[in-house]
């Protein structure tokens, strides 16, 4: 039981250092989601945005944490 409350501080901790990375260093992240790759379409009364490249990134860099974590642990 305390292996999976340490995971899930661990995990709490994670979340909260990116919060602060995007609420302090927003700016710097303008560019994500308005990727080539990402759709968007826009008319009157209607919007539709599907950030398909920045999903992949995101997923591409998790994966990659997931994995230098069990390497490491």
Do not use: C, H
């Not at 968007?40 to 997931?66: C, D, Q, T, W």
Request: positive net charge.
């Amino acid at each position: 039981m305390k292996e999976i409350a340490r995971m899930m501080m661990v995990g709490g901790g994670i979340i909260m250092l990116i919060g602060l990375t995007i609420y302090f260093a927003g700016s710097y992240f303008k560019w994500f989601g308005r990727l080539p790759g990402d759709i968007r379409i826009e008319k009157p009364g209607f919007n539709f945005y599907a950030p398909i490249i920045s999903m992949l990134i995101i997923s591409g860099i998790i994966s990659l944490l997931v994995w230098l974590f069990k390497k490491l642990f």
